[in-house]
Every structure is written in structure tokens, then in C-alpha cells.
């Protein structure tokens, strides 16, 4: 997909300052640390800027913060979402907090959407990494 120039300029300048949420969370992602899979911060899709993205799984991480409880901004993320997966992307929203609170509960998450999303797509997956288990809902 082609990226217009004033989206990539953009996201170039949003790399750096991130938020805590966002810093914390990189720290886990940049140089393969998750699995050996490399992710992108400030990733520019089509008129989108993901937070993190990692190509190969065709994954999408959102971190999300108070101002993402508006109607407006709800509104603003469906749109963004579904731009998203019709490209062939899945988004995974996390919360701040839940980075806070939680970081090694967000990172596997994270890895699992990710080895799906490797798997889904017929790639080999790195050695030490293993598709989730498919949840049925009753």
C-alpha cells in the first residue's frame, strides 16, 4: 500500500516524544525482543499511523488512554478500525493502565495475536513460538 508522503513525515515526527504507556511497552518490542519478531513504532498505513506494528503478522497495537473514552474518539478508532482490517490488518487495543498494571499480561497477549496472525497467514514461525489455542465461545 502507498503512503503519501505527509503521512510518513508525520509519523517520523510522532516517533519521539511517546507516552509512558508507549515507552514502556517499546522497551518490550524494539530489537525482536518478543519472539524474534520485529515491530515498527509510528507505523504509517495508508492515512493511519499505528502505534506498533508488526508486518509480518500483520498485527496492528493500539495503546489507548483516558481521551479514547470519548464519543468522538470512539467514533474517530471504528473508522480507523475498519480501514484497518479490510487492509488485512487485526488491531489490538490496550489500555494505559492495563500496561501500568499489567505489562507481561499486555506482552503475551501481544505475542499470541502476533503468532496467530504469522500463522494465519501460512509463514514458518520462529522456533520458540506457538500459534494461541483457538477459543470456542458456548
Given amino acids: 500500500m502507498r503512503v503519501h508522503r505527509k503521512t510518513r513525515s508525520r509519523a517520523k515526527a510522532m516517533r519521539w516524544p511517546m507516552t509512558r504507556a508507549e515507552t514502556i511497552l517499546w522497551t518490550r518490542l524494539q ?4 519472539m524474534g519478531l520485529h515491530f515498527r513504532k509510528q507505523h504509517p498505513v495508508g492515512p493511519y499511523i499505528a ?10 497495537v493500539e495503546v ?3 481521551t479514547h473514552w470519548r464519543e468522538a474518539e470512539r467514533m ?5 478500525t475498519a480501514f484497518l482490517e479490510a487492509e488485512g490488518w487485526t488491531i489490538l487495543r490496550v489500555w494505559n493502565a492495563d500496561v501500568y498494571s499489567n505489562e507481561e499480561g499486555v506482552v503475551e497477549t ?10 494465519g497467514r501460512g509463514l514458518p514461525l520462529p ?7 483457538s477459543v470456542s465461545r458456548a
Avoid at 76 to 80: F, I, L, M, V
Avoid at 110 to 119: C, K, L, P, T
Fill in 110 to 119: 501481544i505475542g499470541r495475536y502476533a503468532a496467530n496472525g504469522i500463522a
Fill in 76 to 80: 474517530r478508532d471504528a473508522r480507523r
Fill in 64 to 66: 489507548d488512554g483516558e
Fill in 127 to 133: 522456533a520458540d513460538v506457538r500459534p494461541a489455542p
Fill in 31 to 34: 530489537r525482536a525482543r518478543l
Fill in 51 to 60: 502505534d506498533f506494528a508488526c508486518v509480518k503478522a500483520r498485527l496492528v
